[in-house]
């Protein structure tokens, strides 16, 4: 179908944007690299009466690097990450998910804010940003605040986001040079919707996981932690016999949708056969 | 001026164009019916197919899942802009999908040599694994992706087997 009938503003500099968000707040979306959005309205599913768009904004096109973090600039396109030799290095996590964002066509048009900001429950990013304890900045024409990774995400499509709020930024904290980083997914085909997936960073030593951080997609109507899987992962040494364990204690920790094509077990299972495998590459790459 | 139409400025395939188009219009249906560039077809309309994919600033995206207004001021390429691109590897793709039987009903076509028109270009050696997943955005009813693989393949060899002066 075609989208339906709507305005069309692109303000020159983030203040305007701001400014017409105030004025026109719920009624108007913003759009930036469309991908989420257009669907939507070419399916009716959306029908703004104003759109913003934000696309040429210099001032969100930022990669930084901070006291101990990277700053993300919200309008990064998901090419542009995968093409950064600093997200290569710092943030290895978001390096492999993109991989797993659609198709090429897509990540170059699609941007990481808008994609946080769609709040899609099987979204890469927003595994990766939870895992990784990200931090948002939301700015409106009232101010600026920073959101959690944690608090940000609140159901199929809900966030903090008020409605005359965008999200600007993502600050991510750099780990260390042993941290692991590994995000997988299952998905019918490259770069459709994943049925499961996770992220999940930690350090090793001495045989044993610390700082275990480890998001879940597609398993529940946002992108969620695992604290009882993380937990036990802490709690000793890593071999087959914990990994069993965890497998099992992730299954209840998902809590999917019901869905005739794909049923709560089964996506419950994928989680669990992602996690086996993560968690057996981490011990076969497990140095001494 | 219409409150929900717009003027946009922009170059297709080489020429400048201006026009005045509704806001909702997308890239895809503009180039169709506005221009008359009808090589970029239109399937789902929601950005799974591929069928409708067209450069825009010289990167593949979803006519579909761009507005014609958000290509104001870009430069943009269609199928019928593209052969002469690259020492004629539009053309070598062309040639290598029709005798390799890559193609049926020709509806997939425009956007898989797009696709794999980009991946060579980034790529000129891809593995058969590499134009899977570079061409996993594009769906094919017909032949099935087999020869479409092959054809990609056989240009990447031939290219690289026999450089052009």
Known sequence: MKAPDFDYRRPADLPAALTLLARHGAEASIIAGGQSLLPLLNFRLAAPQLLIDIGRLGELKQLTEGDGHIEIGGLLRHCDLAASPLIAQALPLLHQAIGHIAHPAVRHRGTIGGSLAMADPAGELAACCLALDGQFSLLSARGQRWVAAGDFFQGIYETALAPDEILTAVRLPRGGPGRISIFDEVARRRGDFAMAGLALVAEAYSGTLHGVRLALLGVADRTILAPSTMALLEAGPLDQARIEQAVELIAGEADPPEDPAYPPAYRRHLVGVLLRRTLRRILAEAPG | ?165
């Open chain 2, 1 to 165: 001026m219409n409150a929900k139409s717009r003027r946009i400025a922009l170059t297709v395939n080489g020429e400048a164009v201006a026009r005045e188009v509704p806001v909702r219009l997308n890239l895809v249906d503009f180039l169709r019916h506005d221009l008359g560039f009808t090589g970029s077809h239109v399937g789902c309309e929601q950005g799974a197919c591929g069928a409708c994919t067209v450069l825009l600033d010289d990167q593949t995206v979803r006519g579909c899942l761009v507005l014609a207004v958000q290509a104001d001021g870009c430069a943009v390429q269609t199928i019928e802009g593209t052969s002469n691109n690259d020492n004629g590897l539009m053309a070598d793709l062309q040639e290598m999908f029709l005798s390799l039987n890559a193609l049926q009903c020709g509806f997939c076509t425009p956007g898989m040599l797009l696709s794999a028109q980009e991946l060579l270009r980034a790529n000129p050696r891809p593995s058969r694994e590499e134009i899977r997943d570079y061409l996993s955005g594009n769906f094919c009813r017909c032949t099935g992706y087999q020869a479409i693989v092959d054809a990609v393949a056989a240009v990447a060899r031939a290219r690289h087997e026999e450089p052009r002066p």
